[in-house]
């Protein structure tokens, strides 16, 4: 996360615009946005996070919002950034409602990151810690096979 943060202090100040795809970030690794100040993230939340397959996020930063325009829009199109994005069309708004859920699942027990684990090879990864809470548990994860 070290050179992460160099690098981003390097582009933001050169006035150079930064997208982070932290495609299987969530879940897997900290991210403090106040700490980093991207311009964009980009992640999808169904791997390590264990949200549903199909759900993601788009953090946009306040002073790039006016720049970021769906390729749809949606009936709150003049009510605001995150107003543009929701509700726009017939599709299945589940993955997206579930993300809180499985936010609220890892919170619950405790999220072990690599960074966290004694392990140096980081072989606990919240995949493990899923998979052992889902053993003392005796249940079924969402999205997971009969």
């Not at 788009?58 to 002073?63: E, I």
Request: net charge negative; charged share 15%.
């Amino acid at each position: 996360m070290q050179l992460l943060y160099l690098l981003l202090r390097a582009a933001l100040c050169r006035g150079v615009p930064v997208l982070i795809d932290g495609a299987h970030a969530l879940g897997m690794l900290p991210l403090d946005l106040q700490q980093l100040q991207p311009d964009f993230l980009v992640s999808n939340c169904h791997k390590w996070l264990c949200g549903a397959r199909g759900s993601a996020m788009l953090y946009v930063a306040p002073a790039r919002q006016q720049q970021v325009q769906p390729p749809v829009l949606s009936h709150g199109a003049e009510a605001g950034f995150l107003s543009r994005f929701i509700w726009d069309g017939c599709r299945d708004y589940a993955p997206l409602l579930a993300i809180s859920t499985a936010v609220q699942w890892w919170s619950g027990f405790g999220q072990r990151t690599p960074q966290q684990d004694d392990d140096p090879g980081g072989s606990v990864t919240a995949a493990a810690a899923a998979a052992a809470v889902q053993d003392d548990m005796d249940c079924m994860l969402p999205g997971q096979a009969l």
